[in-house]
């Protein structure tokens, strides 16, 4: 034997090892919050969770053996989800108390940070009213009641949500895998939330109760000023967009996962792929049609939104319409617009930020545009990416029933092209709105849904692993918030690419890549969340998915991937 080891009693200490280099040593038991408590204060970002080795863990999570222990706060994206998914704990069980009657439905996210609800059962809550359950909140977190967790048997979980009416989350737990459930406990309130939680009420001191339409918005911090509530824009258009989806739903008798999965169990899957791929046509055919009757008041079609939202397939799909409306959409490539490399502006970081407004030759894109409404002969710039240079293009010259369509990150952006050019153009905002929740208290986030998307797209088109495309993630997710989320107001119209059926379909095709990423690697967290999520769904067939389906713009088969617009 090496008389280097030897056999010891355990010690009733164990040390903890934090990021910075200093080890930490506590009582075997101790949590992983009192030991990063005192040693990692911070007023700007709040400490909201751990990672405890290579796993996300909340602060009452007790260390038992030698660990590495990293912080979780407010301004890390899991650490924001904690405090969401908290916060909406409190809302659900404030409401529940005031008005035991009623159902509350968590709905979509808004700008600036927050959840649009809903109430059934009774009218929308009044001022007095929304100021009361504002009051049953705050109270609350001044009394720092803990959120107590427990896995409690599958039957147990079901029973409980049948006595208390809470049919969506029956029907939502009559598909789970696994024999057990987690359920949080606020004084006599239990509910299941998909993931963890703060260890207390008396961390939730930001929020906000803002009345909206026939609803109301829970305002929560952004993750950027995360002990502040941002000011809360006017969003009509997105609201509309998202009232759009609740009436599509409607139609569809599909509020839930649980209903979806019902329908699919039940042979119906086919009849909920045609009404959806329906709906997306007809709405496609609408705005066609709102660009054709505007003349030439619209010879301009500028196009955006966010990573993954099926604007390639939209763009394409939009054209065929506007050719069968007797118009000749041409295709603009924004891309060969980039100024030369050597004068693309820097980020923050020292690197060059090729999403920045100003890669863009924004006179040259005027100029040309202004000439190619005018009917003039235009030669048109071409990139050369492997050089970084611009170089001469084809020449084009269009008619009078030529519609230019661009698109591009900065379609929305005042800034893109000149006032007598903006008077002449039709702005569309396309993204993948998902409003079909887990059930009434869980939402999908739009956000999960456009990733899985181009997860399952990355791995197939461009041989990337479930590890690169999260990575990159966070990177995208910083120039959306930058470039096109504060313009999607200015849109025209706004197309929903969301489909009911998606996620049903994503499953198959992007667990087997989400099980590949290793464990032990910072991506692991997201990859477990994400199967874990995923899990809910029953799997469609893909063959089931029409061949024009914004949807086969991920998981391929798109008869569109090689459809070419018209070129004068």
């Given amino acids: 034997m090496n008389d280097k080891i030897q056999t010891i009693t355990e010690s009733d200490l164990v040390e903890v090892h934090l990021p910075d280099g200093r080890v930490l040593s506590g009582p075997r038991g101790t949590t992983a919050g009192e030991f990063l408590g005192t040693n990692y204060p911070s007023d700007a970002a709040p400490l909201v969770a751990a990672v405890v080795n290579t796993d996300l863990r909340e602060l009452t999570y007790q260390i038992q053996m030698e660990t590495r222990l990293a912080p979780v706060t407010m301004a890390d994206a899991d650490g924001a989800r904690i405090y969401r998914r908290s916060l909406t704990f409190l809302l659900s069980a404030a409401f529940s108390n005031l008005f035991p009657a009623s159902h509350l439905t968590i709905d979509h996210s808004v700008s600036s940070g927050g959840y649009f609800c809903q109430i059934t059962d009774r009218p929308p809550l009044n001022q007095t009213e929304l100021a009361s359950l504002d009051k049953y909140m705050r109270d609350w977190v001044v009394k720092d009641e803990p959120f107590c967790r427990k896995e409690v048997s599958l039957a147990e979980a079901t029973a409980y949500f049948e006595t208390k009416g809470y049919h969506d989350k029956v029907q939502l737990l009559s598909y789970r895998q696994k024999p057990y459930v987690t359920l949080y406990k606020l004084d006599d309130y239990r509910d299941y939330h998909q993931g963890y939680m703060v260890p207390s009420t008396g961390y939730l001191k930001w929020f906000d109760l ?255 692993t479930a590890v690169q495309t999260i990575n990159r993630w966070e990177s995208v997710r910083r120039g959306e918030k930058k470039y096109i989320f504060p313009y999607q107001e200015n849109a025209d119209a706004m197309f929903n690419s969301a489909l009911v059926y998606e996620l049903s379909s994503l499953k198959p095709l992007a667990e087997p890549i989400l099980r590949q990423v290793p464990h032990g690697t910072p991506e692991y967290i997201e990859a477990k969340r994400l199967l874990a999520f995923l899990e809910w769904f029953l799997p469609v067939e893909m063959d089931l998915i029409p061949d024009n389906s914004i949807l086969r713009e991920f998981v391929g088969g798109s008869i569109l991937k090689d459809f070419t617009i018209w070129k004068a």
């Fill in 210 to 464: 803002v009345p909206a339409g026939d609803g109301f918005i829970l305002h929560y911090p952004q993750r950027r000023s995360p002990t502040s509530i941002s000011p809360m824009p006017e969003y009509p258009k997105l609201l509309a967009a998202f009232r759009q989806y609740s009436q599509w739903l409607a139609r569809l008798g599909i509020g839930s996962v649980g209903e979806l999965n019902d329908a699919i169990q039940d042979g119906r899957s086919r009849a909920v792929i045609l009404v959806s791929e329906a709906l997306h046509e007809q709405n496609i055919a609408e705005i066609a049609r709102q660009i054709a009757g505007r003349g030439e008041n619209a010879r301009v079609v500028l196009i955006a939104g966010p990573s993954s939202s099926g604007k390639t397939t939209f763009s394409r799909r939009l054209a065929v319409q506007l050719l069968a409306l007797g118009l000749s959409p041409f295709a603009l490539e924004l891309d060969n617009f980039f100024v030369d490399r050597e004068k693309t502006p820097l980020g923050e970081d020292g690197q060059f930020d090729f999403e920045a407004l100003e890669t863009l030759d924004l006179g040259l894109l005027g100029e040309d545009l202004s000439r190619l409404i005018a009917g003039e002969l235009v030669q048109l710039p071409k990139y050369n990416f492997k050089a970084g240079k611009r170089e001469i293009g084809e020449t084009v010259q269009l008619g009078p029933e030529h519609i230019i369509i661009l698109e591009g990150i900065h379609g929305l952006d005042p800034r893109l092209v000149p006032g007598q050019v903006a008077g002449r153009a039709y702005r569309i905002y396309v993204s993948a709105l998902t409003q079909l929740n887990l059930d009434r208290h869980n939402r999908v986030s739009t956000t999960d849904t456009r990733l899985i998307r181009r997860i399952v797209r990355d791995f197939r088109e461009r041989g990337y």
